[in-house]
């Protein structure tokens, strides 16, 4: 009998030892892991977050409202996207206008209604189309021609090709500064890196054939040089 009351005490023991026992090293190393990490348990987020099952179709919707502005409205029947640098016939063409910094036909007759300071404050914001209209507006003011060729020079190696667009407007529109050769050199320069439409607002220069092949041979070094060795991006072609 009192070997049983023995024994039955050294369980006891044995199972109070057990619950009071230091979790084991590869458990604290986990939790050290979670705690290190922002890690939650599962039960932490459900109760810290809120089902959205409608997020990934606002991620789509946005995209597709980016892409939709630089196409043709059906309701536009005056939008034509053949030869308008600003105008996609297609989504893929959008996407490029997009990512190289052209502006759609809305935005642009927003931002020309832009003062310098409101123009400069949507370029520090990463607005491309709006870093060039501000360089334009700099490059126009007496004495700051070079400035302003210097922040188109800049977007256009950053992969702006809208850029070229804008030095070409530049150099036809600055009285002081005028030269119809760089301004349709760099139109070519544009073409030459992927913009097959810049050739349709080239043809509209009208320049004799020896101003054209000085053009041409001002944007071959142009291309070596000024656009710091960007490699061509092919504007889709539906």
């Given at each position: 009998m009192n070997e049983i009351k023995s024994l039955t005490v050294l369980l006891l023991a044995l199972a109070i030892t057990s619950c009071g026992q230091a979790p084991?090293?590869?458990?604290?190393?986990?939790?050290?892991?979670?705690?290190?990490?922002?890690?939650?348990?599962?039960?932490?987020?459900?109760?810290?977050?809120?089902?959205?099952?409608?997020?990934?179709?606002?991620?789509?919707?946005?995209?597709?409202?980016?892409?939709?502005?630089?196409?043709?409205?059906q309701s536009d029947s005056g939008c034509k996207s053949d030869g308008d640098p600003f105008v996609?016939?297609?989504?893929?063409?959008?996407?490029?206008?997009?990512?190289?910094?052209?502006p759609?036909?809305?935005?642009?007759?927003?931002?020309?209604?832009?003062?310098?300071?409101?123009?400069?404050?949507?370029?520090v914001s990463g607005n491309g189309a709006a870093a060039v209209m501000h360089a334009k507006k700099v490059g126009m003011q007496p004495g700051r021609f070079s400035e302003g060729v210097l922040k188109l020079h800049e977007q256009a190696v950053s992969g702006n090709l809208y850029a070229y667009y804008g030095l070409s407007e530049l150099y036809w529109r600055n009285v002081d500064n005028k030269n119809l050769v760089d301004s349709a050199a760099y139109l070519r320069v544009a073409y030459l890196l992927g913009d097959?439409?810049?050739?349709?607002?080239?043809?509209?220069?009208?320049?004799?054939?020896?101003?054209?092949?000085?053009?041409?041979?001002?944007?071959a070094s142009l291309l070596s040089s000024f656009s710091g060795g960007m490699e061509p991006s092919r504007r889709p072609m539906q």
């Open positions: 084991s090293a590869d458990n604290s190393r986990a939790e050290s892991i979670a705690s290190a990490t922002g890690q939650e348990s599962e039960a932490q987020v459900a109760g810290s977050s809120k089902p959205n099952p409608d997020g990934v179709k606002v991620v789509n919707r946005a995209s597709s409202a980016s892409v939709a502005q630089y196409l043709c409205s996609a016939s297609s989504e893929d063409e959008a996407r490029w206008l997009s990512q190289h910094g052209y759609s036909k809305e935005e642009f007759a927003r931002l020309r209604l832009l003062t310098p300071s409101q123009l400069e404050a949507e370029a097959w439409k810049a050739a349709d607002q080239l043809a509209r220069f009208n320049l004799p054939q020896a101003e054209m092949v000085a053009a041409d041979r001002r944007a």
